[in-house]
T-cell receptor
């Protein structure tokens, strides 16, 4: 069956460092992958989408890579700030390019001042 | 742009009663809306997908008679939790897809509704 794993439940890093979060998936080939940010008691906020034919995507201090051979996406936040502290979720369509999303369990990032 | 609202933001109800949660797309038309449930420290679990004017499609294990979904217009979907029980207490989040940006696959999420059943 399809499975999405975000390998760290929690990650603490020092302000100014680069945070790297991992999302692995098995048993299917999604047409795209998305990353969301969720703050406590709030709905997720879309950050980035990367398609299967794209290796890397950037948006300000964020960078996402997508390795369809390894079935893995890496999410980087450079020059991290305490305001970046949140839970980050990766999401994929459950099959191919389906419209609905299946979410990973999330990684709670804490950036320490 | 692309704002989704939910009402109420939190609700407490007694066991056995029904609760309705509204999800609105404020500045765009959403042909498709999704309802998720999230338990503490867990990820979002898709409950159902609703298309405007048609019946919702429920995920496996979600009782359609207990979680009634109505998507009567391009800007409003409602989720009614019928005969609520304490185990239904959760964070319910809706999301919507912009009908004019189907190629982007982006979903816009509401702020969520915290339901507590006593």
């Amino acid at each position: 069956s399809q499975k999405i794993e975000q390998n760290s439940e929690a990650l603490n890093i020092q302000e100014g460092k680069t945070a790297t979060l991992t999302c692995n998936y098995t048993n299917y080939s999604p047409a795209y992958l998305q990353w969301y940010r969720q703050d406590p008691g709030r709905g997720p906020v879309f950050l980035l989408l990367i398609r299967e034919n794209e290796k890397e995507k950037r948006k300000e201090r964020l960078k996402v890579t997508f390795d369809t051979t390894l079935k893995q996406s890496l999410f980087h936040i450079t020059a991290s700030q305490p305001a970046d502290s949140a839970t980050y979720l990766c999401a994929l369509p459950p099959s191919g390019s389906a419209r609905q999303l299946t979410f990973g369990s999330g990684t709670q990032l804490t950036v320490l001042p | 742009g692309a704002v989704v609202s939910q009402h109420p933001s939190w609700v407490i109800c007694k066991s056995g009663t029904s609760v309705k949660i509204e999800c609105r797309s404020l500045d765009f038309q959403a042909t498709t809306m999704f309802w998720y449930r999230q338990f503490p420290k867990q990820s979002l679990m898709l409950m159902a997908t609703s298309n405007e004017g048609s019946k919702a499609t429920y995920e496996q294990g979600v009782e359609k008679d207990k979680f009634l979904i109505n998507h009567a217009s391009l800007t409003l979907s409602t989720l009614t939790v019928t005969s609520a029980h304490p185990e239904d207490s959760s964070f319910y989040i809706c999301s919507a897809r912009d009908a004019e940006s189907l190629a982007t696959y982006e979903q816009y999420f509401g702020p969520g509704t915290r339901l507590t059943v006593t």
